[in-house]
């Protein structure tokens, strides 16, 4: 996809998307348009990909189903069920959902592609399909994400601004997200554009269903490759592998090197205030599922995304589905206060708990 640009903050609701590519199929966001009129007794099919990472069960759903009660009424269920990592699991939690009637779904496929033909059987059973932070193909209504090649252009230019002179001194480790998440690709993509000319490469990996465990060892491979005297930083493209891959970098005795990450997840916060990691992209959750609750109410009961959704996007099988991307900001120990502690995403409390404390203390996080 084509993107325009977005300013990195946290404020605005909608940016500029400009879709391009070849589409096979056209029409997104046609079941407004078809679907029977209902009203606020719905019943919402809610899929997420996995819970290795701490956002899905702690943030989306509890903030989905807020907003699904507050558009309705309090009259609107939400049915959820998480495929835990597992393609074929999420296409049979569609097939159960179609089966049960759901009005709607918002899915979050673990596989873009192998959920495309579980979209369109809840297309053909008259459900439309809200895309929810990835892109899955198929014949989706609407979707909602972050912009994710800005993502990894923020994770990026943390880095060089971390290494600073020292950029070339060394060799960076970049361990990407899954191959099978169309976001990893383009999270790479960002990071890539910013990286490529400015530092040396030296191992590369796409780190099989963004599993902790097998960041830690891609590490000790590109450890013990490299030696541990050439690597000055670590790209992760998220906090869980960012955890996996400190901890090999500390079993080898590489300390104070900047490793990225993203989620801003709670340890990945509290490793940015004792400075074992550098930084996260910090994505504000509430922003992107109320619009994911709002873009699936509507659509349930018949109603136009023309208000909500300003801006298209491609899909490699379908044309001109309703958008909204959400700006994302670049997570420091400078800007905790004003950014997840302002948002009521965690309290000085729970981050400066136990060990904590003393580094919560020096960085004035009180």
Request: hydrophobic fraction near 40%.
């Amino acid at each position: 996809m084509r993107r325009a640009a977005v300013a990195v903050a946290a404020g605005a609701m909608a940016v500029s998307l400009a879709a391009c590519g070849s589409a096979k199929e056209s029409g997104g966001g046609d079941s407004a348009s078809s679907a029977p009129a209902k009203g606020d007794d719905i019943k919402v099919g809610l899929l997420l990909p996995e819970n290795q990472t701490a956002r899905y069960e702690k943030f989306d759903k509890p903030l989905i189903e807020k907003k699904v009660k507050e558009l309705t009424n309090g009259k609107g269920e939400v049915v959820y069920a998480n495929a835990k990592q597992d393609a074929s699991t999420q296409n049979q939690q569609v097939d159960t959902m179609v089966t049960n009637k759901v009005d709607v779904l918002i899915v979050d496929a673990v596989d873009s592609k192998a959920i495309a033909g579980s979209v369109k059987k809840a297309k053909d059973a008259g459900i439309p399909v809200v895309a929810y932070d990835r892109l899955a193909e198929g014949p989706i209504d609407a979707y909602t994400s972050f912009d994710n090649e800005t993502v990894g252009k923020t994770q990026g230019e943390a880095l060089l601004k971390a290494l600073g002179s020292k950029a070339k001194d060394g060799q960076i480790v970049m361990m990407n997200g899954s191959s099978t998440d169309p976001n990893a690709a383009q999270f790479k993509s960002g990071a890539h554009s910013v990286l490529d000319g400015k530092v040396n490469i030296g191992r590369e990996y796409d780190t099989k269903e963004w599993k902790p465990e097998n960041a830690n060892a891609n590490m000790e491979g590109a450890i013990s490759a490299l030696g541990k005297d050439k690597i000055v930083g670590v790209y992760s493209a998220n906090d869980g592998m960012a955890g996996g891959i400190i901890t090999a970098l500390k079993a080898a005795g590489i300390d104070d090197i900047p490793v990225t990450g993203q989620d801003a997840e709670l340890a990945g916060v509290q490793r940015i205030v004792t400075g074992e990691q550098y930084m996260s992209v910090y994505k504000p959750y509430p922003q992107e599922a109320d619009v994911a609750a709002e873009m699936a109410v509507a659509l349930a009961q018949g109603k136009s995304l023309d208000s909500l959704a300003k801006d298209k996007v491609d899909s490699p099988t379908t044309n001109g589905i309703p958008s909204v991307l959400v700006p994302v900001v670049s997570l420091t120990k400078d800007n905790i206060n004003d950014t997840v502690i302002k948002d009521g995403i965690y309290t000085v409390n729970e981050i400066c708990a136990g060990k904590y404390k003393a580094a919560c203390d020096e960085i004035g996080l009180k």
